[in-house]
């Protein structure tokens, strides 16, 4: 890919230690997050259902979406925690699935007709080659809350800003709807409610972090797959956690969005996941657009001067007579 | 959601041109093949742009009244009336309609005042805002002397209002290059990775399609003998804009494909044909031929509503298919990793 001039200064792009004093916060508690370690998550959901009830969250369409357990499909204004679900034929790690002894072929008992329309009788069908290795993947997404958030930096209102806790959160009573976050998050994570006309993602329960309360999502889930905390211990932790998977024979778990050097100088929510990021719907290399806005500014002021140019030029040489 | 993932495996690889033909390409042959990625059941990544026909519409009468602006001012300084008048009332008449639009695509009309709490140059939005508020002044002014009414020009007010109609309608032509060409960097700074990915072409393209659907616009308002600049700037303008638009088509990634495929590259192939034969006419027939000049800034006109309608099209498809978010950026990451 062509190389890019990227911009130094911190506030755009790159790593930054601190965006809450970036954005003006001078007494503030140290930056806090999730970190979403999916090798623990058991897809009981009880994150997106606590985040509904806490934030107040309408429903958002009662489909079946005919793929998996998973029928929230994917981050919107009106799911703000989303628990993806992936059946893949591989074994978990190490983990035996307890298939191999079993018998395959017809069905021990004696088939039975049951009268419905289908090409063989049930049971009948040969089962060998159903009898795979197989895991379930189960994560649940969320809002980054990005150290360059795309979403932010667009906002023409200043309705979406940078809390004392370093996350990202939109103003409601600002937000005019004009949707341009929709399309500058490298995510697809925020979204405009049709019937309301604004904005809507998650807040990282900013409330409930005011009143020293740990988010919804965190504090319900059973399993500590959403931790939550100050980002360094996270990030501590995850690396631990990375490890100790690894010498437990699971060497396909990586880390998701922990590096301050990525393209958004690294997420507030970030993840441990048992395959590549596409496999849950994430980006693998996503970059903040404000990246390139020096480039952007540079050819749409020489697109500005050209227009200027040509118009000028269109009125020398000859006079009307 | 779309049928397309339903019955695919979460991780199931398949084709980038996402095709549901054999991964043999039995039926076509691809001059590049397909490359395989993975999705989470072949669902988007990002979100699609919750804009609709209106953005892309105001992108038009905004490039359109900026460039009439620009005419106009011209005019006024060389002593063309006619096309002095057309440029400010097409100016001012198409800046209407694009507030407008403008307003009407906010999920809180109400709420328009709100782009004014801030100035951000992270946010084109934000900028643009700022420069059509400056021109917007400008173009009020100087259309509203043409519109006085005789009766009302010797009273005070009236020679005020003439008085200051040259200075407020160089005032229009100073912001109008910006009128025309933030839009251009509004859908660059996104994540829709057609748009990104041409920031270097767009503004061309955009400010190109400015100045010829203002040139075509004062080819049919104005008369003939005072027409010439109009002429010269359209064709300027529909020569940047193709140029703009086939170097986008260039472009080695993936991200050419949401311009090149689908109702994108329909709208673009008519917008090109449409331009080239405004243009063609515009540098000869419309010298003479009123009619041919009326014929020739339809032309132009409609090549620039399908130009806009078209990248914005490409955009909203790059953001669909998972595969222009997965695939380059997989990329990305094999380049980075071969030089570390």
């Keep these: 890919m062509t190389h890019e001039p990227v911009t130094h200064e911190h506030s755009l792009y790159g790593p930054l230690a601190d965006p809450a004093a970036d954005a003006g916060h001078l007494d503030h508690p140290p930056r806090v997050g999730f970190f979403t370690d999916t090798s623990v998550c058991i897809g009981c959901k009880a994150c997106e259902v606590a985040c509904k009830e806490w934030n107040n969250v309408p429903e958002d369409g009662l489909n079946l979406l005919g793929m998996s357990f998973d029928n929230t499909g994917m981050l919107g204004a009106s799911s703000w925690r989303h628990v993806a679900f992936i059946e893949q034929e591989r074994p978990l790690g190490q983990q035996d699935a307890g298939l191999t002894g079993l018998p395959v072929g017809p069905s021990a008992t004696a088939p039975v007709d049951l009268g419905l329309p289908s090409p063989g009788l049930p049971g009948r069908t040969p089962g060998e080659h159903q009898r795979t290795e197989f895991r379930w993947l189960m994560a649940s997404d969320v809002c980054k809350h990005c150290t360059h958030a795309g979403c932010l930096d667009v906002c023409p209102t200043g309705a979406l800003f940078r809390t004392e806790f370093g996350t990202v959160v939109v103003q409601q009573d600002i937000c005019n709807g004009c949707g341009y976050c929709v399309s500058a998050c490298p995510y697809g994570v925020i979204d405009r409610r049709a019937d309301d006309g604004r904005a809507w993602k998650c807040t990282l329960c900013y409330d409930r972090l005011r009143?020293?309360?740990?988010?919804?999502?965190?504090?319900?889930?059973?399993?500590?797959?959403?931790?939550?905390?100050?980002?360094?211990?996270?990030?501590?932790?995850?690396?631990?956690?990375?490890?100790?998977?690894?010498?437990?024979?699971?060497?396909?778990?990586?880390?998701?969005?922990?590096?301050?050097?990525?393209?958004?100088?690294?997420?507030?929510?970030?993840?441990?996941?048992?395959?590549?990021?596409?496999?849950?719907?994430?980006?693998?290399?996503?970059?903040?657009?404000?990246?390139?806005?020096?480039?952007?500014?540079?050819?749409?002021?020489?697109?500005?001067?050209?227009?200027?140019?040509?118009?000028?030029?269109?009125?020398?040489?000859?006079?009307?007579? | 959601m779309t049928g397309d993932g339903s019955r695919r495996p979460a991780d199931g690889s398949r084709p980038a041109d996402g095709s549901r033909r054999p991964a043999d390409g039995s039926r076509e042959q691809l001059t590049v093949p397909p490359a395989r990625f993975r999705s989470y059941y072949g669902r988007p990544v990002l979100k699609p742009p919750v804009w609709e026909w209106r953005i892309p519409a105001y992108f038009f009468t905004g490039g359109l009244s900026a460039g009439s602006a620009l005419l106009a001012a011209g005019a006024d300084l060389t002593g063309r009336p006619a096309l002095r008048r057309a440029?400010?009332?097409?100016?001012?008449?198409?800046?209407?309609?694009?507030?407008?639009?403008?307003?009407?695509?906010?999920?809180?009309?109400?709420?328009?005042?709100?782009?004014?709490?801030?100035?951000?140059?992270?946010?084109?939005?934000?900028?643009?805002?700022?420069i059509l508020t400056a021109y917007g002044a400008g173009s009020g002014l100087a259309g509203a002397a043409e519109?006085?009414?005789?009766?009302?020009?010797?009273?005070?007010?009236?020679?005020?209002?003439?008085?200051?109609?040259?200075?407020?309608?160089?005032?229009?032509?100073?912001?109008?290059?910006?009128?025309a060409?933030?839009?251009?960097?509004?859908?660059?700074?996104?994540?829709a990775p057609a748009w990104h990915e041409a920031r270097r072409e767009l503004p061309f393209v955009y400010t190109g399609s400015a100045a010829a659907s203002g040139g075509g616009l004062a080819m049919i308002l104005a008369p003939v003998a005072e027409a010439g600049p109009a002429r010269r700037l359209a064709v300027v303008g529909v020569t940047a804009e193709i140029v703009g638009s086939r170097l986008i088509e260039r472009h080695p990634g993936l991200e050419t494909q949401a311009y090149t495929t689908g109702r994108a590259r329909r709208l673009r192939r008519a917008a090109e044909c449409l331009n080239l034969g405004g243009m063609a006419v515009a540098a000869t027939l419309a010298r003479r031929s009123r009619v041919a000049a009326v014929a020739a800034g339809l032309a132009l006109l409609g090549g620039s509503v399908l130009q806009r309608f078209g990248t914005f099209e490409a955009g909203v498809a790059s953001t669909k298919d998972p595969k222009y978010v997965v695939v380059p950026q997989r990329e990305r990451l094999a380049a980075r990793g071969r030089t570390e």
């Excluded at chain 2, 005032?171 to 290059?177: I, L, W």
């Excluded at chain 2, 060409?181 to 994540?191: C, G, I, K």
Aim: glycine share 12%; proline share 10%; with cysteine.
């Design chain 2, 181 to 191: 060409s933030y839009t251009a960097a509004l859908l660059a700074q996104t994540a």
């Design chain 2, 87 to 130: 440029g400010r009332l097409g100016g001012l008449a198409s800046l209407l309609v694009s507030a407008y639009l403008l307003v009407a695509d906010l999920g809180r009309p109400a709420r328009f005042v709100n782009m004014l709490r801030v100035a951000k140059p992270s946010s084109p939005m934000s900028v643009g805002t700022w």
């Design chain 2, 147 to 179: 519109l006085l009414p005789p009766s009302l020009r010797a009273t005070a007010p009236g020679r005020l209002l003439r008085a200051a109609a040259r200075p407020a309608g160089l005032g229009a032509a100073a912001f109008a290059p910006g009128v």
């Design chain 1, 211 to 321: 009143g020293d309360l740990e988010p919804a999502c965190a504090k319900a889930c059973p399993t500590q797959s959403i931790q939550f905390g100050p980002l360094d211990e996270l990030r501590e932790r995850a690396a631990q956690r990375l490890d100790e998977l690894h010498e437990a024979g699971v060497p396909e778990a990586r880390l998701y969005g922990h590096d301050p050097g990525d393209g958004v100088g690294g997420d507030g929510a970030f993840f441990l996941l048992l395959d590549e990021p596409e496999v849950y719907g994430l980006p693998p290399d996503p970059v903040v657009p404000t990246r390139d806005l020096l480039t952007t500014w540079k050819y749409t002021g020489l697109a500005a001067a050209a227009l200027l140019g040509a118009a000028v030029s269109a009125f020398l040489g000859r006079r009307p007579r």
